[in-house]
């Protein structure tokens, strides 16, 4: 079995789901700049064109050839605008799991992105790659995420707890690390025996 995943495209009715390009590095270091992003990612904050730059051309690529997973931008079908991103990471592929992460652009908010595309992915994962979990890790006070999670199907296994760090501003304007729980989500190929088909294509 390989132990390493091929390199795709996903596409859904409305986006496509791509390796990163050196185009998208103004859209990418803008997305990770946003406040949410930095308040709930371990991203550097504030986050460079170069760290952009790093990220599309060696470290993405480098988790995808190296095993530990793939990394895929979030674009609009449409108007090909980066909406956001994709990482599957910490790959076993002695026991066929993975898990999953995701951002979603400030200016993208409020449409379904995440829950469209990690779906996508999920079904793409158990479907072509024959995986047996997905798993999804939560910090304790980020409901959005939580709403995904349990909008494509996921089941809530439990609470790791004093776990992560999350950042908060301070009143100066800076950033202070603050530890917090996570949840952790699974999800199983028969968890979606009963979810809408995502329109999926993967080459």
Known sequence: ?????????????????????????????AMM??????AWTSVPA????????????????????????IVLAVTEILTHRLVGGIHLMSTNWRTLAT??????????????????????????LFRDQKFERLELRTAAGNTA???????????????????????SRTEDGGWTDIRTDLIVWGLLPEDLEDAPEADYRAG
Not at 1 to 29: G, K, N, Q
Not at 33 to 38: S, Y
Not at 145 to 167: D, P
């Open 46 to 69: 504030p986050y460079t064109t170069l760290e952009a730059r790093d990220w599309i051309h060696r470290r993405a690529p480098r988790e995808r050839t190296g095993g530990q997973g």
């Open 33 to 38: 700049n946003d406040e949410l992003t930095a």
């Open 145 to 167: 995420s939580q709403q995904v999670a349990q909008k494509i199907g996921c089941v809530s296994e439990g609470i790791l707890r004093n776990a992560s760090i999350v950042r």
């Open 99 to 124: 898990e999953v992460g995701y951002v979603v652009a400030p200016w993208a908010r409020g449409e379904g992105y995440a829950a469209e595309s990690v779906l996508a992915i999920a079904q793409w």
């Open 1 to 29: 079995m390989t132990s390493t995943f091929p390199d795709i495209t996903i596409s859904t009715d409305r986006l496509v789901l791509r390796p990163y390009e050196e185009a998208d590095i103004p859209e990418l270091t």
